[in-house]
């Protein structure tokens, strides 16, 4: 079932390598319970807890000890294959004990867009869910249990979280039980009310989806007329909050080479974000296209990336980068390196 390799050996007297989302995360898929939801590394990440999972009743105590069957080999320097490369690796003296403080949510695939990047608008059929499993009533378990516990990151994703039956119920139930750290991708073509109290309260970040400077790219990507809506939405979040809220929006853009990887599309995208009063902004790039080309990666996508690196600090606003855009400049870095 799992393959270690003996790759990251420790130096440190009671340390190991792990991440957080090994020792004390869970995310729950379709049909599968997994360790994280990270893909964009050698390994591929997804490392499975428990497959064929539908909704039936979790027994916690096997959870863990899978989780410390990871550790028995983490201590030794084997890392399962699914982890090796992972850039959230690290060596840590971890604390060993049994929670999670890691949760994200990604049980269904249902959504408001239909971007041409997606998988689920790739393969409609085999992203269909017959029947969608609640996971309210698992959130309540673990926390009355005390096994979920605050201080971690609540994460939302697989398709268009606004349109879950709970999830408005999910998000209160967290900010009513004082859990901060949520973390929401959303299309933003739904208002959310319980998002706009979570980032009123300094407890919620939100990524929207965006990918476009204009609204004829926005059409082509997601296949909806709705780029002037999702923009004020964007801007509903971002201005009906506090200021330091407004570091808690941001627009997410997935660089898709052929469709919108030019400079005009970003500046236009980042003036668009600023002029909304957003101070975080998002950069990522296509999954499909990135593993088929990561070994021969074209100039001009560097210079893409610089290029919003660098707009990002001229207007002062956070920056951040996706896992397989990390990646890319790491390996751009150490090339350049070896060179010299």
């Not at 901060?180 to 073509?189: A, D, E, F, N, P």
């Not at 780029?227 to 627009?251: E, H, N, P």
Request: net charge positive; aromatic share 14%.
């Amino acid at each position: 079932m799992f393959v270690f390799n003996e790759k990251y050996v420790s130096k440190k007297e009671g340390h190991y390598y792990s991440c957080p989302w090994i020792e004390h995360g869970l995310v729950f898929f379709q049909y599968k319970l997994t360790m994280c939801c990270y893909c964009g590394h050698e390994g591929g990440g997804h490392t499975l807890i428990r497959d064929n999972f539908v909704g039936q009743k979790i027994d916690w105590d096997k959870i863990f000890k899978v989780k410390d069957m990871f550790r028995r080999f983490h201590k030794k320097g084997k890392i399962n294959k699914s982890c090796v490369g992972c850039p959230f690796l690290k060596e840590a003296k971890w604390d060993g004990e049994h929670y999670i403080d890691n949760l994200y949510l990604s049980h269904w695939t249902n959504c408001n867009s239909k971007c041409i990047y997606c998988y689920a608008t790739k393969n409609p059929q085999e992203f269909k869910v017959d029947k969608l499993y609640n996971v309210l009533p698992y959130v309540k378990d673990m926390y009355e249990k005390g096994i979920l516990r605050p201080g971690g990151i609540i994460s939302f994703g697989g398709g268009e979280p606004t349109l879950l039956d709970e999830f408005e119920d999910l998000v209160t139930y967290f900010l009513d039980n004082y859990f901060w750290g949520l973390r929401v991708h959303t299309s933003g073509v739904k208002y959310s009310p319980a998002l706009a109290r979570a980032i009123n309260e300094i407890r919620g970040y939100v990524v929207v989806s965006v990918d476009s400077g204009s609204r004829e790219t926005f059409k082509k990507i997601k296949q909806i007329d709705c780029y002037d809506k999702v923009r004020d939405t964007i801007r509903k979040y971002a201005l009906q909050t506090t200021f330091l809220g407004r570091y808690l929006v941001s627009a997410k853009f997935i660089i898709i080479p052929g469709v919108n990887d030019t400079i005009e599309e970003i500046e236009n995208w980042m003036s668009a974000n600023y002029d909304a009063g957003l101070y975080t902004t998002v950069l990522d790039i296509e999954e499909n296209w990135y593993l088929a080309n990561k070994d021969n990666i074209p100039p001009h996508i560097f210079d893409l990336i610089k290029y919003a690196q660098k707009r990002s600090k001229e207007l002062n606003t956070n920056f951040e980068l996706y896992e397989r855009l990390q990646n890319l400049m790491l390996n751009e870095k150490n090339s350049v390196t070896l060179k010299k």
